[in-house]
């Protein structure tokens, strides 16, 4: 199947590049600089920011980094939000680097062994599109142990799997000159193996973050 996703997706990335919607269209959005700090009980005190280097890697035209807790969870989830304006080449077509990295690709190469992967279906409110899905994955580098949610969402759409992502980011351009698309992405530490305080953390906070999203990941 991945494959078969890949190369029709080269075809069409061509085919798109030499005879249809060859002008690139951004749509007008919200900068993330302005996403909000506090979100009812939960707060962030500073957000984080990336070097120019990993910044550049990742190919991402915006970002918002940020560990929010509550008074009665210190520990908090920490939240990224990554938009990117293009995710092909300016020129000659094809899968460029300003694609979105999986996760699932980028965490084992941060020194994460992923111990679970699993795709789920999210059922809080807020999210565009039918049957929206998350990637579940639990990883762990020595004793330490985190929980992390996370799904593509893009053109009114939410999706979890990468070979789905690359297929609409060719029809996207083809009908529309669009490519942008985002990462959403919770981790959240695992404390004792305490697996389901750290779930419950990740459903009392993401709704509260989706709700907000439209205006910074345009449809």
Not at 52 to 73: A, M
Not at 152 to 179: E, F, M, N, P
Request: aromatic share 10%.
């Amino acid at each position: 199947m991945k494959t078969l996703v890949t190369v029709a997706f080269l075809g069409l990335n061509f085919y798109t590049y030499h005879y249809l919607a060859t002008n690139p269209v951004y749509p007008e959005r919200t900068s993330l600089d302005g996403f909000p700090l506090e979100i009812d009980e939960w707060s962030c005190r500073q957000r984080v920011s990336m070097d120019e280097q990993t910044e550049q890697n990742l190919g991402v035209s915006d970002y918002f980094i940020c560990r929010f807790t509550k008074p009665d969870d210190p520990i908090g989830v920490e939240v990224y939000l990554g938009y990117h304006a293009s995710q092909v080449r300016e020129e000659g077509g094809g899968a460029g680097e300003n694609s979105i990295h999986p996760p699932a690709h980028c965490l084992p190469g941060s020194g994460w062994d992923i111990i679970s992967n699993e795709t789920v279906p999210l059922d809080f409110e807020g999210l565009p599109g039918p049957k929206p899905t998350a990637k579940r994955v639990v990883v762990a580098r020595g004793e330490a142990r985190q929980l992390v949610y996370y799904w593509y969402q893009s053109r009114g759409r939410v999706i979890s799997q990468d070979w789905k992502k690359i297929l609409y980011v060719g029809l996207d351009r083809a009908l529309s000159g669009r490519t942008d698309g985002s990462l959403v992405r919770f981790t959240v530490p695992i404390v004792r193996n305490d697996v389901v305080t750290a779930d419950a953390a990740f459903h009392d906070l993401a709704p509260r973050i989706v709700s907000r999203l439209p205006a910074y990941v345009p449809e």
